[in-house]
Every structure is written in structure tokens, then in C-alpha cells.
């Protein structure tokens, strides 16, 4: 059965950081491509990250572009968001999604969701 869940989400003052974790279940991380999403409160999902399975290159969204790293570990079959220099934009939930290669950017292509850890960027 696959399951991501996703953990280390909380409250953090603007410029501080924090490391997002997505344990996945069930397949072998270099078998998929892993994204990163985030919706914010009345806005719709975005993309926010993801690692290609095929070369384990990495793309950012222009908003967090030098702020964010995305990173696997395969031996604990787990994905991390390291988030520094958070802003209040950045408030929102996270969820990460495991689809097929070249899945990339593109939300219906992902077949497997996490629930989602709630990141709050307020003073």
C-alpha cells in the first residue's frame, strides 16, 4: 500500500526555517518523481518543488528559487523541504505527491498525495 506522510510543519517568525519530511510507503523513491505543493488559505495548490527520478535533478518555483532545497534520502525512503528565510507568503498547507516521470510540475499526473502539514510564517 503506498501512504506519504508528511511531518515538521508549525508555527515560525518570518526569516526563520524549517525542514518539511514526506516518509513514503510501499515503492522505492527513485521509482517516481516526488513533488512539493503548498495552498495557501482561498488560493489554489501550486507547485512548489520537485525531484525527476530519471537524473534526480531538482526544479523550484520562482518564489522559492534560493530559499528551498529539496533532497531524498533512500535509505529511509523519505523527501525533505528545507525552508529558510520563510516569509508570510509562504504560509500554507504542504503536501508532498509521488507520480510517474515527468510528472514535473503537473498535478493531475501525481497519483499518490500525502494529507498535507501546515507551515504558519507570522511574528
Known amino acids: 500500500q503506498v501512504q506519504l506522510v508528511e511531518s515538521g510543519g508549525g508555527l515560525v517568525q518570518p526569516g526563520g526555517s524549517l525542514r518539511l519530511s514526506c516518509a513514503v510507503s510501499?515503492?522505492?523513491?527513485?521509482?517516481?518523481?516526488i513533488g512539493w505543493f503548498r495552498q495557501a488559505p482561498g488560493k489554489g495548490r501550486e507547485g512548489v518543488s520537485y525531484?525527476?527520478?530519471?537524473?534526480?535533478?531538482?526544479s523550484y518555483a520562482d518564489s522559492v528559487k534560493g530559499r528551498f532545497t529539496i533532497s531524498r534520502d533512500s535509505t529511509t525512503n523519505t523527501v525533505y523541504l528545507q525552508m529558510n528565510s520563510l516569509k508570510p507568503e509562504d504560509t500554507a498547507v504542504y503536501s508532498c505527491?509521488?507520480?510517474?516521470?515527468?510528472?514535473?510540475?503537473?498535478?493531475?499526473?501525481?497519483?499518490?498525495w500525502g494529507r498535507g502539514t501546515q507551515v504558519t510564517v507570522s511574528s
Open positions: 510501499g515503492f522505492r523513491l527513485d521509482a517516481y518523481d
Open positions: 525531484i525527476d527520478i530519471n537524473d534526480g535533478s531538482t
Open positions: 505527491a509521488a507520480g510517474p516521470y515527468g510528472s514535473t510540475w503537473n498535478e493531475p499526473y501525481y497519483d499518490y
